[in-house]
């Protein structure tokens, strides 16, 4: 870090843990990102006025036209120039793998205080955002929509999550995961655990439904780097199965196996216009941010 850079910019999921309020700890994350960065052309009050339209639900009440409403009894919103709000998706892994610990903290703590980041993002840009939560039960959705009740609606929601089962069939997600807007990004939270290859069944169905599809995995740095020593005991907190090893001896081949499978997962999913960024539980949000924002930067 140099001299008088702004140490809020890096913030991790350290640096949060005494921050009681989610909305909070999201305007931290989010400030800090967002700082030096150079707003677009947006749709919004400020720009120059094209058109009317109906008033739907989260909408921004401040772009209400009062005096149209006078006249015609109905309500509209004013319209910018350019109005190039999309459709935000984000898929939250909240199986038992993401309850793996290190230094105190999930994997899950991690996620939840990322989709929140991304979720204010996405409210303050004026995009419709949903939440889509997968685990054992299949998939509990609060569908996109616009504005502050709806971001605090989601907020709530992400409190009391807990990391359960495992990853379902694609069959048991297909009728809630398939967007059903042309215009969006899906965004897919989480470490990515699959016993063989259901996660990547359903990202191939995703990157083929036209949505822009981002996965941030999230792993901890002992499981990246396999820094295990001696004797251990490795359980899989999905299927509670636990296995016995000597870490010293199995390291090398533990770290060539994960990254071989990182580089298969990647290759999968650029070869179908994805994306694939992972991340520590000690490393900053910065980085999976600044890429969903490079992807979002293409819609103008």
Same mark, same amino acid.
């Given at each position: 870090?140099? !001299?008088? $850079? ?16 989610? $909305?909070? =700890? ?5 400030d800090?990102? /967002? ?55 984000l ?6 793998? /993401? ?22 993002? =996405? ?38 999550l ?11 997600l297909?009728?809630?995961l ?19 290859? $259901?996660?990547?069944? !359903? ?28 004797? +251990? ?15 010293? /001896? +199995? ?7 994960? !990254?071989?499978q990182? =580089? ?37």
């Amino acid at each position: 870090m140099n !001299a008088g $850079e702004p140490t809020h910019r890096f913030v991790t999921v350290r640096t949060l843990a005494a921050v009681r309020d989610l $909305e909070l =700890a999201a305007r931290i994350v989010v400030d800090g990102v /967002m700082l030096g960065r150079h707003s677009s052309r947006r749709a919004g009050a400020g720009l120059e006025f094209s058109q009317y339209r109906s008033y739907q639900p989260g909408d921004d009440p401040r772009r209400i036209d009062w005096r149209l409403l006078a006249r015609s009894d109905r309500y509209f919103v004013r319209e910018a120039e350019t109005e190039t709000s999309i459709t935000v998706r984000l898929l939250l892994d909240a199986t038992g793998s /993401m309850g793996h610990q290190e230094d105190g903290h999930t994997k899950l703590d991690y996620a939840r205080y990322l989709v929140a980041a991304l979720a204010l993002l =996405a409210q303050r840009q004026g995009d419709a955002f949903g939440l889509y939560l997968i685990s054992r039960g299949g998939v509990e959705s609060l569908p996109p929509a616009r504005g502050q009740r709806h971001l605090h609606r989601l907020l709530h929601r992400l409190e009391d999550l807990e990391p359960v089962g495992d990853w379902p069939p694609w069959f048991a997600l297909e009728r809630s995961l398939l967007p059903d807007t042309p215009r969006g990004i899906t965004i897919l939270v989480g470490d990515l655990h699959e016993r063989e290859d $259901e996660i990547r069944i !359903a990202l191939r169905r995703l990157s083929g439904a036209r949505h822009d599809v981002v996965c941030l995995r999230i792993l901890g740095r002992q499981e990246l780097e396999f820094g295990y020593r001696g004797p +251990v005991t490795l359980e899989d907190l999905e299927t509670g199965r636990r296995v016995d090893l000597d870490a010293t /001896m +199995v390291g090398a081949i533990a770290r060539e196996r994960l !990254a071989t499978q990182l =580089a298969a997962q990647r290759r999968d999913l650029e070869e179908r216009g994805a994306a694939l960024v992972t991340t520590c539980l000690d490393q900053p949000f910065e980085v999976p941010l600044r890429e969903y924002l490079a992807r979002r930067d293409r819609f103008g």
